[in-house]
Nanobody, 116 residues
């Protein structure tokens, strides 16, 4: 599975961004896809996840502001993270993640910077 993330950028407080992560390769059997983030000096944390069955989870700090969704088109699966009402504490490198069987795949990070 190859994961290609995009959509990061610089945005002002209160603004919006939409991250995309396209999974390609052997995508059949992917159990879940998720977005993690890592802010400078902090540990990587799970932001939002969506299972193959459609179950969705968010960390408390983004509930009501972020929305995870996915589109399956043949062998290509894409997961999105719509981020609204962005805050300075959302500044981080955002990583796409997928789990297939017992293997965890990571995409390259996409940087989100929220300025006040």
């Amino acid at each position: 599975v190859q994961l290609q993330a995009s959509g990061g950028g610089l945005v002002q407080t209160g603004g919006s961004l939409r991250l995309s992560c396209a999974a390609s390769g052997t995508t059949g059997g992917i159990k879940s896809m998720a977005w993690y983030r890592q802010a400078p000096g902090k540990q990587r944390e799970l932001v939002a996840s969506i299972s193959a069955g459609g179950h969705i989870d968010y960390i408390d700090s983004v509930k009501g502001r972020f929305t995870i969704s996915r589109v399956n088109a043949n062998a290509k699966k894409t997961v999105y993270l719509q981020m609204n009402d962005l805050r300075s504490e959302d500044t981080a490198l955002y990583y796409c993640n997928s789990v297939r069987g017992t293997v965890v795949y990571w995409g390259q990070g996409t940087l989100v910077t929220v300025s006040s």
